[in-house]
């Protein structure tokens, strides 16, 4: 188990452009989860995928903001024309049924900084 | 009205005492509770989980859950500075992602 891990861990950007993050979630985990949050917020969810199915999104997900796991494993989240409101941390979680009933195992995220 | 409440804090304890979380939730269906713990700077943690009424104990931290209150609680016995950290509640509010509250700040003082 090498837990869930993010990349990049820190993305500087200009306003306009675009970015994508990857996540790759604990191997034997079927759910994954993207959150974003700020500085004395919690996290706030912004979509969800069991396998490779997308089957929740936030209403904070804009149409700027598109989210794939294309074979059930890894997912990228890209948010496209980056605004300074999109400056956050971005957190992955993976999850499956088992001893906490989908309490959620976090990456160590990735800071974007939209300039 | 927000769907996981916490008080912001900061919450102030000396070490070794007792520290008492509060969280209260907007969803009477909701099944599944969770608190997770976060150092400045890092990823949220999970401590522990909560599905049933009553308490759940685990080393030094115990859960309380009442459902009829909507009310969801974290203690932590003998605080350590160790333990000063931001502690979120998460609950699973009818569909399948968890939502959080903004999360209490303890600070343990030695």
């Known amino acids: 188990d090498t837990g869930v891990s993010q990349n990049p861990r820190h993305k500087i950007t200009k306003r306009g452009q675009n970015v994508t993050f990857r996540c790759d979630p604990i191997?034997?985990?079927?759910?994954l989860y993207w959150y974003r949050q700020t500085l004395g917020q919690g996290p706030e969810f912004l979509t969800y995928?069991?396998?490779?199915?997308?089957?929740?999104k936030s209403r904070l997900l804009s149409d700027r903001f598109s989210a794939e796991r294309p074979k059930g494993s890894f997912s990228t989240l890209e948010i496209q024309r980056t605004e300074q409101g999109d400056s956050a941390m971005y957190l992955c979680a993976s999850s499956s049924p088992g001893r906490n009933n989908y309490g959620y195992t976090f990456g160590s995220g990735t800071r974007l900084t939209v300039v | 009205q927000k769907e996981v409440e916490q008080n912001s804090g900061p919450l102030s304890v000396p070490e070794g005492a007792i520290a008492s979380l509060n969280c209260t939730y907007s969803?009477?269906?909701?099944?599944?509770f969770f608190w997770y713990r976060q150092y400045s700077g890092k990823s949220p943690e999970l401590i522990m989980s909560?599905?049933?009424?009553g308490d759940k104990e685990d080393g030094r931290f115990t859960a309380q859950l009442n459902k009829a209150s909507q009310y969801v609680s974290l203690l932590i016995r003998d605080s350590q500075p160790s333990d000063s950290a931001t502690y979120l509640c998460?609950?699973?509010?009818?569909?399948?992602?968890?939502?959080f509250g903004k999360g209490t700040t303890l600070s343990v003082s030695s």
């Open positions: 969803d009477r269906v909701s099944q599944s």
């Open positions: 191997s034997e985990h079927n759910r």
């Open positions: 909560i599905y049933s009424n």
């Open positions: 998460a609950v699973k509010l009818g569909g399948t992602a968890l939502i």
């Open positions: 995928f069991q396998n490779e199915a997308q089957l929740e």
